[in-house]
């Protein structure tokens, strides 16, 4: 989301004149997008701001902004934070950024410029592309799921659905740009709604455009990813068999203390009828360790959900207290080192589990859409990606383009990515 946040921001940029530049050394406009979900990601951001006040140094006239979820929950405390910042921007107020540029400019320094309409979802601007053959889109902004650990809801604003039309036709201009994956955004796609057009009228409506060739969604909310989606999925050619859908915890106790809204075995069931209704699609979830509260029975049952539910990917972050949500109010009383160990524990078995799934996949065909040549192995291997999201490798002496749709048999795997050659 905030990549592609970025590129909106590279759009609005443009349309008023400004060109970006590939070396930091010559911007006159540094801008850093940025991420609250946890302190690790803020820690982050502020060394890099540390970094760039060097260069602002050698040249004083260098305006430093930074946008996002940061922006919004800190605002003029950042600028205090760091004498390098010159403004902050929360994630609705990207309009006005040529403004508050013009007024830096003009030696009229804005600070305080925040905005939050909670309606905004940048329906005429069209962003400014990093080169690829994926396109990201988002369908919607904000969540009003309020999880008790997220402090999403409350720097992105209230859910809101960007109009039908409006993305169908940025889809055909993507693709006219040469795009062939859309990937649909949402911080809870199965909620879009806009008139009588729900997430999977939407969908279908996507994949009728010509040229769009993948069609991929991240992410959705256990409490409503409804059937009638998976057999599109099961059923459209076009949209790739990749559900990520965070499941947070294994242990009912904690999934209702993190107001998550679903069951331990509500979750089992979506995932068995998803195989049931699409295959075996590639499933991803998210897992957080170190919940306030979590015991080592409450960590035992994510262990035995992520042994019986075969996940291809697990993405596990260690609880981040966010001052604001309501388990902030909560002691964080689960060491440091018990996340550490839990975190360790859990990725060691996801990794086998990942190792063991594709394992299967050897001797089988395998369709790919070639993302380009692969930087770190020597000339004439390409990669790509198989609807399922699994990267694959494969060689091939004679030149394959990228945005190529091939089809390669496994011969080889890892925890994280199949090789092949192609046939
Ligand atoms: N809307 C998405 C998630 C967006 S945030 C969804 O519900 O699927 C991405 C992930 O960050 C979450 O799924 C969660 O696992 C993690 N996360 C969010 N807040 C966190 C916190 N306070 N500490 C640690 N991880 C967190
Ligand atoms: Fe955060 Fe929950 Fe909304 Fe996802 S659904 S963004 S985890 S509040």
Redesign the pocket.
């Known amino acids: 989301?905030n990549k592609y946040d970025s590129e909106l921001v590279a759009g609005i940029l443009k349309s008023a004149g400004y060109e970006a530049v590939d070396d930091i050394e010559m911007a006159d406009i540094v801008l850093i997008n940025t991420c609250s979900?946890?302190e690790h990601a803020e820690r982050r951001v502020l060394d890099k701001i540390d970094s760039y006040y060097t260069a602002k140094r050698k040249s004083p006239h260098t305006i430093i902004g930074v946008l996002g979820c940061m922006a919004e929950r800190l605002g003029p405390k950042l600028l205090e934070m760091s004498p390098a910042v010159s403004f902050a921007l929360g994630p609705d107020a990207y309009r006005n950024l040529p403004n508050v540029l013009e007024l830096h400019r003009s030696g009229r320094p804005h600070t305080d410029i925040r905005i939050d309409t909670n309606t905004e979802t940048y329906t005429d601007i069209y962003p400014s592309r990093c080169k690829g053959i994926s396109a990201w889109i988002a369908i919607m902004r904000g969540?009003n799921?309020f999880?008790s650990?997220?402090?999403?809801p409350y720097l992105r604003g209230r859910e809101r659905s960007r109009p039908v039309d409006d993305i169908l036709d940025e889809t055909r201009k993507i693709v006219n740009e040469g795009f062939k994956e859309i990937v649909l955004l949402?911080?809870?796609v199965n909620s879009y709604r806009y008139g009588d057009v729900d997430f999977p009228r939407l969908i279908e409506r996507v994949s009728q455009i010509d040229g769009a060739e993948r069609i991929r969604f991240?992410?959705?909310?256990p409490k409503d990813l409804s059937p009638d989606l998976l057999r599109i999925i099961a059923g459209n050619e076009k949209i790739c068999s990749h559900i990520?859908?965070?499941v947070?915890s294994g242990s009912n106790a904690i999934l209702k203390a993190m107001n998550r809204n679903y069951t331990r075995e509500h979750f089992i069931s979506l995932i068995t009828r998803a195989r049931e209704i699409i295959g075996d699609p590639g499933i991803y979830t998210?897992?957080?360790v170190g919940y306030p509260g979590e015991s080592e029975q409450d960590f035992e049952d994510t262990i035995d959900l992520v042994e019986q539910l075969r996940f291809d990917g697990v993405?596990c972050?260690?609880?981040?207290?966010?001052e604001g949500?309501k388990?902030y109010e909560l002691k964080d009383d689960i060491s440091e080192e018990d996340k550490a160990t839990r975190l360790i524990r859990l990725n060691a078995l996801q990794k086998q589990i990942a190792f063991e799934r594709n394992s299967k996949l050897i001797g089988s065909m395998q369709r790919i859409l070639v993302e380009g040549p692969d930087k770190k192995r020597k000339a004439g291997h390409f990669m790509g990606r198989t609807d399922t999201n699994k990267i694959a490798i494969f060689r091939h002496k004679n030149q394959v383009s990228v945005g190529d749709m091939v089809d390669i048999r496994i011969n080889e795997v890892s925890g994280m990515t199949l090789f092949g050659e192609l046939i």
């Open positions: 989301m979900v946890r969540c799921n999880c650990y997220c402090i999403v949402g911080q809870n991240a992410t959705s909310h990520h859908l965070a947070q998210d897992i957080i993405f972050f260690k609880y981040s207290p966010r949500t388990a």
